[in-house]
């Protein structure tokens, strides 16, 4: 893939859902919360998916920016960056996400901020958080994760 090569962004269809879902899979993020009609893609002139996000509500009324995915030969030619700024322009704040803490930069440059006390953060997060300390204790996970915040 070259820097010239051809994507564009469309909100996902129910025919996507399964490509979808391969793709959260394949880049081994967070299955959980899946909805299609939620989703922004990247496809390629084919119209074949080549990367994906979400907005997701949650329950206790945070909404998170979710999903990121990218097919690996579509990486590093800004289709990230183009699905979350297509999102970001359609959704209130505060905004959530969930990263592991080697991609604090990457969303730092779209105005996220850590979040450090876990009494900032909504029920779903703080919960969230707590769960990942625990795995990585464990010995069952060696990623660092961190919640971050976009506001106004």
Known sequence: M???????????????????????????????????????????????????????PHKDGSIELASIAVLPEWRKLGVARAIIRHLLKHHPRPLYLTCRSKLRPFYEKFGFKVVTAPTELPPYFRRLARLVEVLRQLGITHQRMLVMRLDG
């Open 2 to 56: 070259t820097p010239d090569t051809f994507y564009t962004l469309r909100p996902a269809t129910q025919q996507d859902f399964q490509a979808i879902k391969n793709l959260i899979y394949a880049v081994q993020i967070n299955p959980m919360g899946l909805d299609w009609r939620r989703f922004g893609l990247a496809v390629d002139a084919d119209d074949q998916l080549v990367g994906c996000g979400q907005i997701k």
